[in-house]
């Protein structure tokens, strides 16, 4: 039977399967974990094995429940089902997220309990959800929340509710950086409670809830669905492995296919703990298929992938490989500054015929602001897929610096100076603005600054000197008008002082100036560069639409799943991928948050299938920073260091003299010299600059 289903997929519908694939999709019950790394042909098993229950075990398609996690991939594969075998069988089975699902339990059980339900999310939806959190925020600390700072505030709700965090407990977390968090969670939950209103998130601790204390519907549930499938299980937090589980249980003929090498939503509280946990502690009589043949990828991409991801440490043993031939070696391009980069891009990107082939991918959405403006000018087309989450032009360092340079182009605009009159070197008072506002509203409001009653010299002279250098500011191209805030009026000294004061993160407030510079290095004019922004952000909303030989621009978070045939990664520097918050992390031995950030890395060069191009900069915005280490990690894999010298080797280094080597690896040397004593070097460094010659015979 098994050698004839084969030999139908074959024949039937083009699919050859490998040995690890076909052990995978001939499991039939109990529990079992299948690890797919890259590129493994996973919607192939799940698609197939779906079949091999239908055919070969007269399973109704109504009572297999396949889960992901986005209602794109969801589609995706129902459609794959579909266009595959739909010629031929007529059969629909069940594919859904697992929102879909939690939601069809509550509708089912507000119908039976005579409770409605209203979702707090989307188009639909009669209450915004961002303004009510904004109105939350305000009323608990009489500021105004930004955007950035809002989606922050909207991931950590959704961290708590995943991670079935009881509200009590929430101070423990310090917050997470929110200030009055405990108070502003407790008002938004009392809200949706009084208003009927649930959130995407509630979707899954409702459902549960009510699984878990209705035994009927619970029963019911598990009679519909003896079959459970779960894609991207690597994905699954505390609360939807719970509800997988209950649901599953006791039969456990759950079958989940997972990497967990592309864990990278820790945000959501998704980690890859729960699938190592899978056989250990949840199901000890699991079985574990392996799918560890990439077939995406050139071999010289799939080598340096897996050595790579073995870096790290919590991780299930596998072996990526490909028999897929060598390629072009990847590159690494290290290059001057920003603008070199953006350059450098642009230069590639005319030299390719079919852009809908290539992707450039990013940490953060920031950074495809300066790149976009150039693939403009330069008509390239591009697409990018979220828009929503570029929030540079609303941010409020971007909003300062308009308000700076509408102020020296009209120094009666007052609502312009009102936002950034303590953000300079003007030592202005606040009670000095409401004079003026209140006595002078429409007149120059520096000559109204210099007229006050009863200033002193000192001041007088401050503010004739405002006065001078808001009108030559005025006159300054954009890009020098920029550099001339930034220092002479000392706005970014205001942007430190900030970051210390209140958490901001000054490295994303530099990456702002520095986009800016970008874009205003093409301007002639002031006006110029604030009408170049104004047209940006108006193109940004139109770029989910360009599809057709456009470049993709997006996060590596959002590329998962997709493949490209050349894949360049941009801003390879330290500190911000990884994330200074990780290195500080690792410092303390806290390994998570960096092994995270290399699964990130990881998901990103394994997108390509044959050409990739990492680039890293020696200057951001004037400032000198370091070429990310996870770059220095693929350089140590593609020139692994060559040296004939080990532990007990007697060296002479050229600063520091004769000594014994005690421990030697590919990143670390140490050495007990004979006049100071016991150091630790690197040993890349060590080789490359030929600082150690070798002692005696040993």
């Known amino acids: 039977m098994q050698d004839r289903f084969f030999q139908l997929l074959n024949e039937k519908f083009g699919i050859c399967l490998t ?85 069809s339990v509550i509708r089912y059980f507000s119908k039976i309990k005579g409770i409605k339900y209203e979702l707090l999310e989307g188009n639909d939806s009669k209450i915004n959800k961002n303004l009510l959190l904004k109105e939350i925020y305000y009323k608990f600390n009489k500021i105004q929340i930004n955007d950035e700072k809002l989606e922050d505030l909207i991931n950590i709700i959704s961290y708590i509710k995943n991670m079935m965090i009881k509200p009590e407990d929430i101070n423990d977390f310090n917050n997470f950086g929110i200030k009055n968090l405990y108070n502003i969670f407790i008002e938004y939950e009392n809200y949706k409670k009084r208003a009927g209103f649930i959130d995407f998130d509630d979707m899954l601790t409702l459902s549960l809830n009510i699984l878990e204390n209705n035994p009927i519907i619970l029963m019911q549930c598990r009679k519909r669905y003896p079959y459970i499938q779960v894609d991207e299980g690597q994905d699954t937090s505390k609360v939807q492995n719970k509800l997988i589980k209950l649901l599953a249980y006791p039969k456990n003929n759950l079958f989940v296919v997972a990497d967990d090498d592309q864990s990278i939503y820790g945000f959501r509280g998704a980690t890859p703990h729960e699938l190592l946990n899978f056989k250990d502690i949840d199901y000890p009589d699991a079985k574990i298929f392996f799918m560890e043949e990439n077939f995406r990828s050139t071999k010289t991409i799939v080598d340096i992938s897996n050595k790579f991801i073995q870096l790290n440490k919590i991780r299930f043993k596998k072996n990526l490989y490909t028999k897929n031939e060598e390629k072009e070696p990847i590159k690494i391009i290290k290059l001057n500054d920003e603008l070199e980069q953006v350059e450098y891009i642009i230069n590639q990107l005319k030299k390719i015929k079919d852009l809908s082939n290539t992707a450039v991918l990013f940490r953060n959405n920031i950074s495809s602001i300066g790149l976009i403006d150039k693939l403009e000018r330069n008509n390239i087309p591009f697409y990018i897929k979220d828009t929503k989450k570029l929030y540079i032009f609303k941010h409020w360092v971007c909003q300062d610096i308009i308000s700076f340079l509408k102020l020296s182009l009209d120094n009666t605009d007052m609502d312009s100076f009102q936002r950034i009159y303590y953000k300079m070197n003007g030592y202005i008072s606040k009670k000095s603005v409401e004079y003026i506002k209140s006595t002078k509203p429409k007149e120059n409001i520096f000559e109204s600054l210099i007229n006050l009653p009863e200033l002193k010299n000192f001041q007088k002279r401050n503010y004739i000197r405002l006065k001078s250098d808001f009108k030559y500011l005025s006159k300054l191209k954009a890009y020098d008008a920029i550099s001339f805030i930034e220092n002479e009026l000392e706005y970014r000294g205001f942007l430190i002082d900030n970051s210390r004061k209140y958490g901001n993160s000054f490295e994303y407030s530099n990456t702002i100036i520095s986009i800016l510079k970008i874009i205003a290095k093409e301007t002639n004019s002031i006006n110029e560069f604030l009408a170049r922004l104004d047209s940006l952000s108006k193109m940004l909303e139109n770029a989910r639409f360009n599809k057709n030989n456009a470049v993709t621009l997006s996060t590596i978070h959002s590329a998962k799943g997709l493949e490209f045939e050349s894949v360049y990664i941009i801003d390879l520097i330290d500190g911000e991928f990884p994330s200074s918050s990780s290195i500080e992390a690792l410092e303390s031995n806290i390994i998570e948050p960096l092994e995270e950030e290399r699964r990130i890395f990881y998901v990103g060069i394994t997108r390509t299938k044959r050409n990739l191009n990492l680039i890293t900069i020696n200057f951001k915005n004037g400032e000198r920073v370091l070429p990310s280490r996870f770059v220095q990690e693929i350089e140590a894999i593609e020139k692994p260091l060559r040296y004939d010298y080990k532990v007990g080797s007697t060296v002479e280094h050229k600063k520091f003299g004769k000594g014994v080597i005690k421990f030697i690896d590919d990143k670390n040397i140490v050495i007990d010299f004979e006049k100071v004593g016991i150091k630790q070097l690197s040993t890349r460094i060590c080789v490359e600059k030929n600082l150690l010659n070798r002692v005696g015979g040993r």
Do not use: W
Request: proline residues 5%.
């Open 19 to 103: 040995n690890q694939q076909r052990e995978a999709v001939l499991h039939k019950e109990g529990p079992a974990i299948v690890l797919a790394v890259p590129g493994a042909g996973k919607t192939t098993v799940l698609i197939c094995r779906t079949l091999n229950l239908i055919l070969n075990h007269r399973i109704n398609p109504n009572n297999i429940l396949t889960i992901t996690f986005s209602k794109a991939t969801a589609s995706d594969m129902k459609n794959r089902f579909i266009s595959t075998f739909g010629n031929i069988l007529n059969i629909k089975p069940n594919f859904s997220t697992i929102h879909s699902f939690s939601y």
